[in-house]
């Protein structure tokens, strides 16, 4: 039964009234769902800028130099997102497998970047309970990175799929939508960066109100 | 061709059964999910109902001790969460399932499963939210959880939280739902059927669709906040660390007022139908009508500060929205205009839907005026929570969202069973609904203008209140027997079966050319659509002429169509060729999934890591499942 | 201004902001490049994989460049903040939505893409940004005692 069901297979003819293709048209409409939701939780961070009562304070705890770093990992994973994509539906596997894998790395890596982050901060003293600046900055970025997590593994899956040949030039849009999700993931960081951190970052306490020593 | 699919260890075999529970759990027929939905949101309707003749009971004399402050809240907060979440919006989710592949002519919504799985889902949030009921501390935040009310400072126990997961996972199931509709809307219609020859209903359905995928995020947005805040010590709303309070409520509003549209513009696109039907014309004005609609949908945005005139806001932004919030209610009207047009000099039959729909415009116009009314931050002022408040929104969404749905499942009952509900109890049925609300809410417009304050338990004797009250809860009873008689109607109804015919009012849109109750496949050919309204231009071709007047407008959309249709026989191949898409038990065990997460953030973190492998099977399953989708 | 509109939304327009076709069955447009002229076309055609489908290998690494080079400018930016005083905020605002649209546009394939799609994800972005700005100016400016 699973044997037949499965050699049965195929992608039906695409027969939509605008000759689009409803997943990505789905997926599409899903980001713009996202928009809002990303939305809110920056408009939070906004509205409570500059709120806090008791430091640590945004400027004693972001580090841009190595923000940067991460910032670039996230853009080249973009980048090797859609050279991926391009060599997938070119029919080149290997390039195209590698090219995933490399969107996997370079993910990971942000995650990691991240993770040593919130460990710092968590070091200096800064906790989603600390203050206002820590709620909506753990708050937002957390999601963001759950984002990249579902993301990354999402592409972990796609990286499979494609060194098995299960991931072809004809099913190609299943990269594409994946792809999708991932460039936003991107866009939502180059929004956070600029917001959060580059904004922010000069947000120093009051006057006898530092708390961390460097 | 070459195929290299993954494939998925299978715990059981793919469903085949029709019948019985498993037919039913693994199903992605649009028509069975809206049955499901139907009966899970009629069932928390009866809940809800009941909720609200408790409170009722309470208010009926003065100084009552029927109930304690306690349970008062708890009751208020879920009759209205429950009315909101669970009643209107599942409600009209049920007419979008059954109606709008009809009315589109498709065989299926664009992602059968994905439509499944938002019922399971809305189905586990709403056990989730009501778990309270049985664990003995049910919400008691009011509706719109106001911070810091609904902190944990002021809300020790799990109430609110209950509340707040159960939110966040009836979003998930929302947004899914609104994506499959929107998707399946622009993507799905039969050969010829562009935009502008939608029925009204498909329209306004949506309209809806693309208000809840943008509004829920930021539901969702507070919620987790508001979960953050009472799980995890954050201070989003946590005025001793800076967090601010009236953030809750403009994010909340953010969200409410779209949903005040969500909520109403299904039902306005019920009684478009109806209406047309009835009056034996087509809608006056469709253009009209739609556009309306669009603007609602846009406008809606843009009002959310009406519900924060007291907050403090400031005299500029008081005056901005309140100029924004009567602007909305121009293309309202507009709306009304040619629904009254509609009927104008039409071949008016007054059967149990079409009473209803009458009464829809015309509760749902006191509703508005009243509406209208607090949209002057003065007059605000004096009504901010007051039972004229309670009125009004009343009268709104019962004389207005609900009586449009009853419209709605009198008018379609015939289509979506094959057979008839009784006339002559429908007639009563509507009867006292409407004498009922009426009876109910109107004393209460005075009620709150005199000062009888929201959300308390009870009242002092001498207040003069007492008479206006008894006459609201004896008007609470007699729309709750309205309510019994439907439910008798549909036992008798059923005992004494009246087939219905395919098109028994002489419909004018495509669901009623297909047999009643449609067959699976909903459509034995996929019909062309030439015209608005096809299906009755079709059968009544002498009208064509009284409606398109310019020959070329036809001629225009004629060959197209034919051609296309074409091409669609080449696609399909004729009847054998008609190919559903396959049940799926993946849709249920993601749901089971997603509940397993709520569960662990209301008990224990652990319990979200044993929701991982269940939630994980689903996706991979789902994911890897050969599929017979409708794409 | 209807032609403008038309130019702007249109991907058969041909101005010099028009990208090549994605639809790869067509037959070749002609190509005026990017910014217009025989000679940057050429290296533009050779940019965009040919010129034939959508863009290609070499297009994208540019648009990556880019993405670099602006975000080292707005680091830079920062550094020299105290410079800018007040400024660099909105500079820096403009430069994300450079990056912002360079990804949307490349990268998520909308420039190349079914008007539908900027429609749908642009509809989105137009009520947040709308409504969030709202409720930034609101709770900015809004309970200011008046005058
Ligand atoms: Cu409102």
């Avoid at chain 1, 859609?82 to 890596?109: F, M, S």
């Avoid at chain 1, 070091?123 to 990175?145: M, S």
Wanted: proline share 6%; no cysteine; charged share 10%.
């Amino acid at each position: 039964m699973t044997q037949a069901a499965t050699t049965e297979h195929h992608t039906p003819v695409e027969h939509t009234t605008t000759g689009l293709n409803n997943r990505k048209l789905l997926m599409w409409a899903f980001l713009g769902s996202d928009v809002m939701f990303f939305g809110a939780f920056i408009a939070t961070y906004l509205v409570y800028r500059g709120k806090s009562l008791v430091g640590p304070y945004p400027s004693e705890v972001l580090n841009i130099p190595i923000t940067t770093v991460s910032t670039f990992v996230l853009l080249m994973s973009s980048l090797a997102m859609v050279l991926a994509l391009h060599y997938v539906k070119e029919g080149e596997k290997n390039k195209g497998t590698l090219w995933i894998l490399v969107v996997v790395v370079l993910g990971t890596i942000f995650m990691g970047f991240q993770f040593v982050e919130f460990r710092e901060f968590a070091h200096l003293g800064l906790t989603p309970r600390t203050n206002i600046f820590g709620t909506t900055f753990f708050i937002l970025t957390g999601i963001h990175g759950a984002h990249v997590t579902i993301g990354v593994i999402w592409m972990a899956f796609l990286a499979y799929s494609s060194n098995s040949g299960a991931l072809r030039s004809d099913n190609a849009l299943d990269l594409e939508i994946a792809g999708l999700y991932w460039h936003f993931v991107d866009i939502v960081w180059i929004v956070i960066f600029t917001v959060i951190y580059l904004i922010s970052a000069n947000d120093a306490p009051p006057p006898g109100m530092e708390s961390v020593i460097h | 061709m070459t195929t290299n699919a993954l494939t998925f260890p299978r715990f059981f075999p793919r469903p085949q059964s029709e019948t019985g529970i498993w037919g039913w759990i693994g199903t992605v027929d649009h028509k069975r999910i809206g049955t499901l939905y139907g009966i899970t949101s009629f069932l928390w309707f009866l809940v809800a109902g009941v909720e609200a003749l408790l409170i009722r009971v309470q208010l009926a004399s003065a100084e009552n001790t029927f109930i304690g402050p306690e349970f008062y809240n708890q009751l208020f907060t879920m009759h209205g969460t429950t009315m909101v979440f669970l009643v209107i919006m599942p409600l009209s989710a049920a007419f979008f399932n059954w109606l709008i592949p009809l009315q589109i002519g498709a065989r299926d919504v664009a992602f059968p499963r994905l439509n499944a799985l938002s019922y399971w889902v809305f189905l586990f949030g709403s056990l989730i939210m009501n778990a309270g009921w049985i664990t003995g501390d049910a919400p008691n935040g009011g509706w719109f959880g106001y911070a810091p009310n609904s902190g944990v400072t002021f809300n020790p126990g799990l109430g609110m939280t209950y509340w707040v997961v159960g939110l966040n996972i009836l979003g998930v199931a929302s947004i899914a739902a609104g994506l499959n509709f929107i998707i399946t809307i622009i993507n799905m219609r039969a050969p010829g059927m562009s935009m502008f020859k939608m029925p009204v209903f498909t329209w306004m359905t949506l309209v809806t669709s693309v208000l809840l995928v943008l509004a829920m995020p930021i539901l969702a947005v507070a919620g987790i906040q508001l979960q953050t805040d009472r799980v995890y010590g954050t201070h989003f709303f946590n005025s001793l660390a800076g967090g601010d309070p009236v953030m809750w409520q403009h994010i909340f509003w953010l969200f409410g007022h779209p949903e005040v549209y969500i909520l109403i513009l299904p039902a306005m696109g019920i009684v478009s139908e109806v209406l047309p039907t009835f009056s034996r014309k087509p809608l006056f004005g469709y253009a009209f009508v739609v556009f309306a609609g669009i603007v609602i949908g846009f406008m809606g945005w843009f009002v959310w500060s009406h519900h924060m005139f007291t907050v403090g806001l400031g005299p500029a932004a008081n005056t901005a929205f309140a100029m924004s919030t009567m602007l909305i209610a121009v293309p309202t009207g507009v709306k009304i205009f040619n629904w009254i047009g509609t009927m104008w000099r039409g071949n008016i039959q007054l059967n149990t839907a079409m009473l209803f729909s009458i009464s829809f415009i015309a509760m749902f116009t006191i509703g508005g005026l009243s509406g209208v009314m607090h949209a002057s931050p003065p007059t605000d002022s004096q009504q901010q929570d007051t039972y004229f408040i309670v009125a009004h929104f009343h009268y709104v969404l019962v004389g207005g969202a609900l009586l449009g749905i009853f419209s709605g499942i009198y008018f379609w009952w015939p289509k979506f069973t094959g057979w008839f509900l009784n006339e002559k109890l429908g007639i009563a049925n509507w009867a006292l609904m409407l004498i009922g609300m009426n009876l109910q809410f109107g004393p209460q417009h005075w009620l709150g203008m005199d000062g009888m304050p929201r959300r308390i338990y009870t009242y002092a004797e001498n207040m003069g209140w007492e008479g206006s009250n008894l006459a609201a809860s004896i008007g609470g009873f007699i729309l709750g027997f309205g309510i019994l008689l439907f439910m008798i109607n549909i036992v008798y109804s059923r005992m004494n079966k009246k087939i219905a015919p395919a098109d028994p009012w002489d419909g004018r849109t495509l669901e009623w050319s297909t047999s009643s109750p449609p067959p699976v496949h909903d459509f034995d050919e996929i019909p062309v659509v030439v015209y608005r309204d096809d299906f009755w231009f079709k059968k009544h071709p002498e009208t064509i002429s009284e409606y398109y007047h310019n020959d070329h407008d036809v001629e225009d959309i004629a060959p197209s169509a034919t051609q296309t249709a074409e091409e669609h026989e080449d696609d399909h191949g004729g009847h054998e060729g008609i190919h559903l898409p396959d049940k799926s038990y993946y849709p249920f065990i993601l749901g089971v999934g997603i509940a397993i997460f709520g569960i662990g953030f209301l008990t224990n973190t652990y319990v979200i890591a044993a929701g991982v492998p269940i939630f994980l099977w689903g996706m991979l399953g789902w994911s890897m499942e050969p599929v017979n989708d409708p794409t | 201004m209807a032609s403008l509109w038309r130019k702007l939304t249109h991907h058969d327009g041909n101005g010099w902001w028009n990208l090549p076709h994605t639809a790869s069955n067509e037959p070749n447009p002609p190509h005026e490049g990017p910014i217009g002229g025989a000679w940057l076309g050429n290296i533009w055609r050779i940019m965009t994989y040919g010129g034939v489908s959508h863009a290609g290998p070499g297009f994208y690494w540019l648009v990556g460049l880019f993405l670099s080079i602006v975000t080292l400018i707005e680091v830079w930016l920062f550094d020299i903040g105290a410079v800018l005083g007040g400024w660099y905020i909105p500079l820096l605002l403009i430069l994300s939505l450079l990056k912002f649209i360079g990804v949307v546009a490349f990268f998520m394939h909308l420039r190349f893409d079914h008007r539908l799609f900027t429609y749908l994800f642009g509809a989105s972005m137009v009520v947040g940004i709308f409504i969030f700005t709202l409720l930034l100016l609101l709770l900015e400016f809004g309970n200011q005692p008046p005058n």
